[in-house]
Each structure stands twice: as structure tokens, then as C-alpha cells.
């Protein structure tokens, strides 16, 4: 069907019918080719086709087809499992753009998002082709400029016509719009176009500046002896400023767009939707009148999020969006931001502007009421997406509280919007308000600011108690049914006649033809099923004006997407040939055990409106029905015998055959929290044979079951199999299971699922030969994306002079370096241990029992020991006490850096030495700090004290976003009791201990939160690394080398005795004092005459 | 309220001592991040008192912090493993840091033998432990039972109220000495105390 769409113009395509696809990965022939899997040895086989070759006519040929850039306008969540770590279907926030790699037949494109440099799978129905005529020049220029150097890598970069057609685009962008001059009208009358364009001028010389660098690099001598490594970074950073200049570049031309508007607004009042602008007879504006209003309001709503993704992608811009022969990347580790503060965030700041808009809208009267309905649906649709968010927090706390109240308020509220709003019956489009919809409108709108306000407010205050959690897609999209959007998806056809009117366009035949092959469900079902399905598109296909039901009809569609994916042919399926087969079956898995699982374990609640309990209400009665059960505190056994479940719902205990049933369940997805701790912790309780032959024995245990319960229990069985595999194999502890995997996936997963069991055993070898995990984990992976890209790096504080005398490390002391980069470059050599630290190091008290199996968190404990000392030293040794007194003030400096970017750590590990006894008597050193630096240490006391088990400094560690390196004590005593305080097994029953133990799983999902929550933060300092400085630091640790061995209190009395030497006790007047004083504090010295005063004197 | 403080190097079960003593009955699960799983409030001769335990468990090798740990806390209790020679042995350098950074010798110590029910392990004797106690100037010894809550509670409320005398020496000693303001003398003092358990 969609062979037919090329005939149509590119101006119709208002929803982008895939185009033929001639690319590789796409051909129909490939694809019905029997399934053989090619082992995925090199990444390009892993990775999306290539594109097309970077010649001119292959953009010509985009050009053409008008597809080399899309734009999304819906968000899209893929229904991925987190834990499922090769999906490479992308999220799409509404307003991205995507270069485009390639269109499937089935509606699915291989794209790479701007904003986050990620590459991989989306549904084209939730986009569409961006392609402006003001911008296009621009578009074509960077494609152009991007296929050169990903097609010719390194070598074919010296021409300089590239860049020169790039500046040109710009140029084009500016003439087009007007702007060439600052003096222009549009820059001078609107802030945004002002600020926007300059930055895309400033992104032009950063691009042009680092594409300089290219031949030059080229020619330089050292580039000969590793030409590929040297360009690569090169290349990246230029890539990343292609595509930085793009969405500068768009954004631009979205800031230009809207203030044309708001000009057109104002001339042409009462025509709705807002014509064009007279001046521009282009394609955003010549679909005839059907794709304006829908630019305008996207654009409207979505300038936030942009700039959020922009924000972020400044600094964590991952640099492998290109895939190149040996580039680390794989597409699968790209982690969007899930952390709920964010998303809380990203939400409330798109939702804002929204209701600021509407509000001014209803006070500036008389008003249309088309224009405020619309207003309204949008208005509703994305508090709906706020208040499921919000929900998401509320049930992590599982605590009643003030948020449960302003949820409730909310949610009340924007009912009370929803149903005013469908109240106004709009005969005509001229038809005003009247004046009383609209006061009541304004009222709600305003209590609704008010209480997302307070929304967000409370939500921060929880997070802030429970911590920041990871969201889960899944949870997202069963929740994605929110405030009665039923409601808004029955009115659409109430509004729809209308439309009609409004935009002329819509009844033109054509539209409806280039809707039709849109639907990628037919293509679907011709075709073999290797890609899931992409969403369906939004139901109302005339794809005219009315916004806001579509968006409804989206999220409505959402979370029942892939509903065949229970058909177990899906895995037989034939994979598309050539080089994409591999990705190609990750996400269909994932899909397919997600939804499988997601079908039935959500009855098909209808949350209208009216049916939504009050939160409060729902969680009463969740409270009495857990106090009903809660006699024999055992789980109905029907369901599933020996499995414990505590209040929360949690699993707290369960033999080992019921824990692998719990991650196997056929008819729901296994929480990602269980799944987490039991890959963490499993070793604690049960051997990896035993753990294996529990698996194996699950899926025998199905094999008399209907399909319906055994294929996604057997599906599922293969994925904790693989999920094992890729990302928590451990060599010495796990090869023995080896031969039992591999046995398993030949004989036995092969027969039922031939391509799981070959990918299963594919893993097995491929573990036996790298013997360790083989996906990276996920947030080291993010780290080392993060470090390859120089070009957010904060320019580091030394000078050539500095550097030079470094060279000579014995001569420079701590004062000669600049506080703030003591710091940063103290954060790179702890972050590299910190984020080191692997999980089975810090399970069953491995760091303590056998420290040489826990080599990470001893270097930890050396180093920060080590530190304090070098700190100790650098004062006691120094005989001058003016200068001492300059070297503890710089300590303190370089203390209060640390703890300003986060270093806790280090930060500890100075601060103690400062305060420890020999540095802090030091009085009349002390008395030449200033007070300044005196106060600056009391405040980091404060926040690091060990009072109340760490309280501030938990608090604190808690709400971090990482890069942030958290001092590790509290993190390993709590380890310890939770080791120590809870028993392995617990009792099936409290009252009848006699039925025998299970495994006490509630332990290790405690201890697998204090692991997780420490690899959270295992992501590296976006710092350049200085190594003069580093080795100025292992200098000075190699100083201390000579008595390592000796013990840590002797080491102690030593530099006790220094400092009884550069300040000795002042004896008799002491003793005085002593008798005076009441409490010894730290820093009054009494003279009591035990051994410490021997030493003075035996030194002296 | 009082700050006791609890150090020493792993294995002894000192931190089963900890919990045991602070969660009282024995608890389904036991939770370490929640800020009260340190504190609690016990009466000794009449007497309401907060005790906050430092319990610094697993953090041994971080050798540079103890000596922050042993300024913070007002008590101390000393635990060695009757299992363990080696544990004991330590006592003996753990008190003279204690001494040297309290900068006095008269600090409340309780010395605490644990892991008595495994007394087919024994490795310290019970008239070793006596001799050390005298030694030291009669420092209180205990066996514990951490796993059978033998004398869990007992050494706790022996270092509180030595913990308690002191302050009670200490005020009076201030006010003859010379007559500064001290806030709350005698009972009527409201102050923490802290323990650290080493």
C-alpha cells in the first residue's frame, strides 16, 4: 500500500506513508528469507542499517522524498522492559526532531533523535516530515555534511566545501526569515528570535572552528600512529555540533514561526485558526491551513521540553550516535532520562506555560470557543500526563499524606475542567464565550495552577524522603488512562463536524488516501512480524485540527499497542535480512513479554472520570483489605505456595522455585525492582546451578499448559536466562552453569522457540570467551559516552607555568595549584574508583570478610585514608606557621570545592584530617586562619557530621543528581545491619514456625536498594583529566608509601608527635585550664600526663 | 542524650549488639536507613535517657575516621569476639586512641565479650578479660549474647550511667572550681549522650 505514496506530494503527506524503502534493511526479499541469525560479532551488524552513501545525489534523493528529517509530534514511550537492555526503540518527546536513517514498510523508522544523539527504532506515525522551507537549505547542508563524514570516516574530510555549504544553510535560514541583520524587524521585536539566532550563529563558529581542526589533525605527525582513534573523537565532536547547530536552527525558526503568528493573531483576530503570514507562500504553511494550527500549537507546547532535552544534551550528549567500525556503541545502552524528579519536572514546565496561556486567554475577553476548547483539551490532556506522574510518586510512598491531597485536588479540579469544557456547544465558529463558562473557566484553571503547583511541590518533598526512583515505562502507560479521557475521545465526533469548516482542506480527497497506508497495522499483518507494530496512529485520520483528541486517541492507544504479541509465532517469524536482524528480534521480545504479560494483568479498567477513586479512598480500602489477609501473613496459596508477600506488596520471602515463578509469571511482568535484586543478590541464597535448574524446571513445569500461560512463561524463562547472560554473568562463581545453559537452549528452549534458543546459546558461548558480562552496565556505559565527548568539559584552572613546574612534583606544594581544580582532578581519581565498585563486592560483607575479593572498595578506603594523611603531612611538615596556616586554609578551599561539585568523598577525607587531633590543637596555627575559612569548615561539619547516623549528609546524598561521588561509610553500615540484623530465612508463618523457612528475600531487597543506589551515582566527573596533576597526586601518595605497611596508629602517633613538636604543650598553663574547663572539646588541649607527653619528649 | 559509640574490626557481631539492642523486640525486618534505627530511649535508676549509638560497622578500613568517631562519642563500648584472640588483643590500642583523643583517662568504657553462646569457640577466657578490666582500672566487663540477648540491654545501661556519674563528677567539679554558668546541672539535665561501641 504504501508503494502508492511517492505519486502523492510531498505537501500531502500530512501523516508519513513510509516511502519504498531501498535501503538494505528494508527489502521485501530480504526479510522473507528463513531466519538465520549471523552472530553478532562486529557492532555494525548490531546496529540499524547505514544510511545511503553520503554522495550529493543520495540527498537528492532525500530531498526527493522529503524524509531526511522528522518531526515527532506526539511523545512516544516505548513499552520497553528497562531491564531489557538491547531494545533500541526510542522515546520521542513531542517537538523532536529525528534524521532519518531509513523507513521499514511497516511505518517503523531507523532514526537518530537531535536532541539526544540516540539512534534506533520509531514510529513515523507519531511524526511528521519536517522539512521548511526556511530551514531547508540548512537541513540539507548538515546531512550532507554528516553523510560525508560518517561514509568516508576519516579520510575524505579535508575538503572545506562541507562547512562552507553548512554556513550557507544558515545564511539561506536567516534570508528566508528575514533576520540576516540584527537590525531586522523580527530580531529587534522579539527576545526569543534575538537570543535563538545567536546562538545558531555561535553554533556556526564552534562547528566551523572544530571542523578546522579536522585537517590539521590530519596532517600532524602524531595522528600517523593511530590515525582512527586520533579523528574519531574529532569527527564525533563535529557530528555533535551538526547536530547542536540543527536544533538551534530549528528552534530559531519555531521562535520565528510564533512570532509571525502572534503578528497574524493580532491583525487577523477573528479568523480561526490564524492564517499564515502573508509573506510566506512556503510548505509549512501551504499544506492549506490544515498543518498550521497543528505547527502552532506543538510549538506552543512543546518549546519547554526542547529546551530541556537541549540542556541535557550539552552536557551528556552521548558522542557514539554514529555508529563506526570499533566505536564502543551499542544503540541499546542509551538510557533516557526515567528519574521521576525529571520527568516531574520536564511535565510541570510543559504544563505551566500551558495553563498561563489558557488563564490569559480566558481574561482577555470575549473569547472564541473553539479557541478555549481546544485550549482546554490540551490543557487537560497534559495535566493527565502530570497527574499519572504524580501517581507514580504517590504510590512509591505508599504513605497518605499532603500530595495525596493536592493529587486529589487536582485531579478533582481538572475534571471539573474537563466536563465544563465539554459543555460548550460550539454551533458556529465565530461564536463567542459567554461571560460566565468563562468565569468559571478562569477559576478552575486558576485553582488548577494552584495545586499543580502544590503538586509539584509535595511530590519534591517525597522524592526527597524516598528518594528518586527510576520510572518504569510499563507503570507509565498502564496509568496513561487518566482523567477521563474516555470522555474526550467519546466527544471528539462532536467537534469533528466543525473541523470541517474550519480547515476546507480536509475534505480533499487526497488526505484520506495518504492517511490510509499510513496504518502500519495492515503491513503488519501481510508482512512477517519481525518489528513490533508502531502505535497505531491517531484515529481521527482526517488529521485536520482537532489536536486535542488525537492526543487523547494516542494516549488512549497507547498502552494496548502490540496486542497480538501473545501469538507465538511472532518468534518463528523470518527476520529481515541482512544486517538489522539482530536488533530487530531484541525490541520484538521485549515487546512481546511486556505486552503479553500487560493484557490481562490490567483488567481492562475503564478509569473515566467518574470511577477514579479519590486516592485517598482507593488506599483505605488497599489498607483494610491488607489487614483482612494479614492473620497468617501468607499469601493465598492458591495463587502461588511459597511466596511471601509483605504489606506493600513486596516480595519478603519465598523458596526458590516461587521466586522464579514470581520473575516467570505468565500473565504479568515481573516488577523491575524484584528483578534487579534477585540478579544482585541470587549468589546470597542459592547456588547459580541451583538457580539455573530452577529456571529449566519452570519451563518444563509448563509444558502441559495452554499456550496461553506457556509461551510467555517460557518466553520469559529465556529472558531472565538471557538477561543473566548479558548483564550479571560473574565467571568464577557462574561458568559452572555453562554447560547447563547451553544443554538447556539446544535441547530444550530450541524445540519450542528455535531463534530464542539459538541466540541463548549464542550468549553462552560468547560469555564463556569474554567472561564477564557482556552488555556494559548500564550507567558505566552512559559514563564513558559522557567522558568521550571533550566538548562540555569546563576548561580546566592551570597554567603553563603550573604545568611546567609540575614536572618537578617534589617542588610544588598546595598552595602553588588553583583550589577548584585540586578538586576536580581529586574527582576523577575517586570517581575512577568509585565507579568501579562492583555490586559483589558490597554483598554478605565481602569488603570485610575477604577484602582481596573487594579490591574496589579498599582503594576507596585506601585512598581517602591515604588523602587525610597527605593533607596531615603537607601541614605538620611545613616549619613556617605562617605557611601552615596558608596550607590549611587552601585544604579548606579545596574541601569546599569538593563538597560544591559533590565530592563527599574527598571532602570527608580532608575535612578529617583537619579535624583529626594532631592537625586541630594546632591553636596558634589556627589563630591565623581567618574566620572566613574557620566558618567555612563549621558549615561542612555540619553537613557531614556523623551525628544521628549521618542524618544531614543522607539527606543531602539523597536528592543528588549525579555526577556526585556520596562518602561510602553509611552506605556499607548499612550493608552491615542489614546483613547482620535480619536472619537469612524467615518462617512461612509467624504463629506456626514449625511449617519450615523460606528464603528471606526482604533482606536482599534491602540490600540490593543500598547497591542500586550506590550505582546511581557510579558516573564519572565530567572533568578533564590533568595528568601532571594526577601524578603530582601519586607523588605524593608514593611519599607516604614507605610506612603503608606499618600500622595505622603508629602512623598516627608519628605525625602526633610532629605536631606535638611544631606546637608543644603549653603544660602548666594547660593543666590549669583543664581543672576549669568542663568537657574537653576538640580544639582545647588539656594536659593530662599519659603517654603522649612521653613522646613530646622523647622527640623533643 | 548520649552517644555511644561502637568500633571495632568486623566479625565480632557488634552490630548485631547494636540492633538488637535498638529494635527491643525482635522485628520482622530490620531497616538501617531509618534514622531512629540508632536511637533509643532508656531508663536507667529512674532517670530518662536518649541514647544515640554510633555504630560505624563496616567502615573499618576507613582507619582515618575512627579517631572523629571516638572524639563524637561519650562512651564507649569495647567488643571483642570470645571466639577471637585477636579482637581481644585489639582492645588494648583502641583504649589509648581513645585516652589520647578524649585527652583524659577518664572515660566511660564498658568491655564487652560477645558471641558467648558459642563458648565451644573459645578463645578469650574469662579471667583474661577480668585481668584487662583491673588493668584498666576496674573498667565493667560483660559477655554477651548478641544472638540470645544475653546482657544486651545490661551493657548498654552500664555505659549510660557512667556515662551519667561523669557528667554529674564533671558539673559539680565546675561549680567549685569556679562558678561558671553551666546550664542544668545535676538532674536536670537534658543533654544527649552519645555512645560509640568499639
Redesign the interface.
Known sequence: MERTEPSLSLQNAVYIAPPPTQTRCGSPTGRKQPSIIHPPTTHQEITPPPTPHGSQESLALFDAKGMSFLRAYFPFTPPFNPSETTTVTLPLATGDVILVHSIHTNGWADGTVLSSGARGWLPTNYCESYEPEEIRNLLNACLGLFEKFRAGGAGSIGDASMVANVVAGVKSLLDSTDCRTRESTAVTSSNLVRRTRKQVLSELSALVKSAKKIPQRLASPETLSNPVEQLEALVDEVILKIFKLLIRGIRFLDAWLDHQDSLVEIKLNTQIPPTPPAESENRAFALGGNSSPRERIDRNNMASPTFTNMSQCSTAFPSCFVTRPGSDYAPSIYCPERKASQLLKITFEELLPLMGHYIERLQTKPQHKITVQTGGYKLISCTSVFLNLVECVIDKHAVIGPLCESFDTLNFTIRDVSVANDEIVIVSTDEKLDDETSAKLLELAVRSVRTACDCVARAGNVLSTIGDFDLDDVEMLQRNRWVGQEELVRKAPVTEPLNEDVSKASESPEDGSVSEPTRPVTAIDIESKELPPPPPPPKDNVTTVEEPSEVQKKVDDAPTLPKDGTNPGINEGSTAGGSSNIIMQEPEMAILAQTSSLTPSTPPTTPSLSRKPSYLEANSLSRENSLNGRPSSRLDSMTQPGLLL?KDGNV?GGTLAALVERLTMHDSTPEVTFVNAFYITFRCFATPMDFAEALIDRYDSVAEEADVIAVPVRLRVYNVFKGWLEGHWQKDTDELVLPVVEKFAEEQLSKTNAMAGQRMKELAQKVASVGGPLVPRMIGAIGSAHLSTTESFPSPVVTRSQLNALKRPQMVSITDLDPLEIARQLAIKTGKIFCSIMPEELLS?T???H?ERAPN??AM??L??KI??IVAESILFEDDQKKRANNLKQWIKVADKCLEMSNYDSA??IT??L???CIARLRRTWDEVPLKYKNTLERMREVMG????Y?VL?ARVRDHVPPCIPFI?PF???????E???PAT?PIS?ENPSEGHVINF??YL?TSR?IMDIQRFQVPYPFMEIPEIQCWFDFNIGQLADDADSR??NT?LVL?RRSLIIEPKMHSLEHQAS??S???T?TT????T???FGWAKSSS | MGRISALLD??V?K??L??QFV?NVWV??????I?D???KVINVDGRTCML?I????????????????M??GHGFLLVYSITSLSTFQELT?LR??I???????NVPIVIVGNKSDLQEDRAVTHNRAIQLSQSWGRVPFYETSARNRLNVDEVFMDLCRQIMRKEIV??T??TK??S?T?DGQGGGRKKKKFCTIL
Open positions: 509483605n519478603s560483607q569488603w570485610i570478610k577484602p572498595v579498599k578506603a585506601v581517602a585514608t587525610t594523611r570527608m577525607a578529617t584530617s579535624e583529626s587531633s556523623c551525628a544521628k547516623n542524618t543522607r561509610g556499607l553500615t548499612d550493608l552491615t545491619f542489614i547482620e540484623g535480619n524467615r509467624l526482604d533482606k534491602k543500598i595505622a596508629e598516627l602526633y581543672n576549669l568542663t568537657t574537653t576538640s588541649t588539656t594536659s593530662r599519659f603517654d603522649l | 568486623g566479625g557481631g552490630s548485631c547494636t540492633a529494635q520482622e525486618s530490620y531497616d538501617p536507613t534514622e534505627s540508632y536511637t544515640e554510633l555504630d560505624t560497622a563496616g567502615t573499618e578500613q576507613f582507619t582515618a575516621m575512627r579517631e572523629i568517631y572524639r563524637t590500642e589509648s586512641q585516652l589520647r583523643i578524649k585527652e583524659t583517662q564533671e558539673g567539679k565546675v572550681a569556679s561558671s553551666m
